[in-house]
């Protein structure tokens, strides 16, 4: 396993002892000293290839976010607040009084808190919370404008460039993530990417099936030349469909992550209609019959849509799509064994179509919290509506306030939560003790929260389940 690193010059010692204690995993640096060099570090770094995973901090994050490829697993590691309140105990050691102070990166929740638990004075102390469009320029003015105003010992910072920038006219304390933030983030990443092997090494199969009816025999010629399906076993399966055999990473990358699927090919053979369309289904199972069984029905669904498109099944109940062309179009997925989301957004007072589009993003977001103005625009609604989703969330335990952001320098800092609904619906006895709105046996409940469509059934291995029939998200 390799796991890349990006850190400044002067963090990489810390870094490095944090990694020691991870066996089984080699380290790939990408090591700057100003934050301009990081978008050509993360550059030259992702361009080496077989890297399993990334480690990097709030900034290089925001700096090259749009370099790192689709589903390679990411970890952004950031001060928590126990690197605070240490930062605050360095402090008063040098005899410097605990405010007047102030103090960049951290959110305004964090630094409410450990004020708090350190009974200080929490008007003295000036927040300005991390901000992806923020300069170390706008930082650096920040810091200078509260030490004319207060004449302030000394300022706590995250950012590595500000004691440079304010050439020793102030003490400056760094409040880093200590090696042991490091070292829990690095565990979770490592964790994180050997479960994603495992999953991949699981057995799958997809079942491509075209609506001409004797072009069986095409369809599987042409999909033997797909070079994403070089390690697949295809052949011909009933009277118009091809199946195909293999690890499910093969058909994770022919998909690009479950996101796009092509739904034609050329074929050798001239034919007058042109190339081979196809719906497409894959199924991941604990076995070859259970796995093509899945894929049949994930077919299935991808017929009834009535244009070439494809889906995906799983054993433990999530189905994705529809997958889009080349282009690619939003997914949406659901748990439909059992009623675990029907019970879950039941007790949100929520739809499960709205459900579902949200565990869709929580794991678009890969453990990072989000704003209610974010959560609206993925789902497509007003921001009050956003910011009322969050409030029903919040109230059911399936969203965790945690922090805040700046969207705007002169603006109002907004609220940060981490979705956890996979964690809810994990934890789930994945039984319905109670009925609830759309379930078997109930009309189907409308998705008034998000105006997307309503839910409706599907049939699967383990009787009747629910899916989100088409939505977006």
Known sequence: MIIGLVVHAGHRERFAE??????????????????????????GLLATGGLDGLLLGLVPWSRARDLIPAGLPVAVTRSAALDLALAWARARGNGWPATPVSIDTFATETVDEVAAALDLDRSAVATLPFDPEQSLAEVVRFHRARLGSTGASYVITVR??????????????HALATPGTIRADLHELALRIRRRRADGQRFAAAVFRSPETGARA??????????????????????????????AAVFERFTRHWVTAPVSWHDDTERESGPVGAFAGFGIGPSARHSVSLAEQAADRAERDGAPTAYLITDDGVMIGPMGGAGGSPLTYTYRQHGGLEELAGRAGLSPATLSRLTALERSLAGRPVSP?????????????????????????????????????????ARLYRLAITAALTASPHT??????????????????????????????????????????
Request: no cysteine; glycine share 14%; hydrophobic share 40%.
């Open 218 to 247: 095409a369809l599987r010629r042409a999909l033997a030349e797909v070079p994403e399906l070089g390690d697949a076993w295809i052949e011909e399966h009933g009277t118009r469909d091809v199946v195909a055999f293999a690890p």
């Open 18 to 43: 944090a990694a020691r204690t991870l066996t089984g995993v080699s380290f790939s640096w990408a090591v700057y000293e100003s934050e301009e060099q990081i978008r050509d570090r993360v550059a």
């Open 160 to 173: 590595t460039g500000v004691a440079a920038a304010l050439d020793g006219r102030a003490a400056v304390l």
């Open 373 to 413: 103005g974010e959560v609206a625009e993925a789902l497509g609604i007003t921001d009050p509506s956003g910011r009322r989703l969050i409030r029903k969330l919040t109230e059911a335990g399936l969203a965790v306030a945690e922090g805040s952001t700046q969207p705007h320098h002169k603006g109002r800092p």
């Open 432 to 473: 319905l003790t109670r009925p609830v709105p759309g379930s078997p046996g109930r009309p189907p409940l409308p998705a008034q929260e998000t105006g997307g469509p309503a839910v409706s059934s599907a049939d699967g291995p383990h009787g009747t389940g629910r899916v989100a029939g088409g939505a977006r998200g």
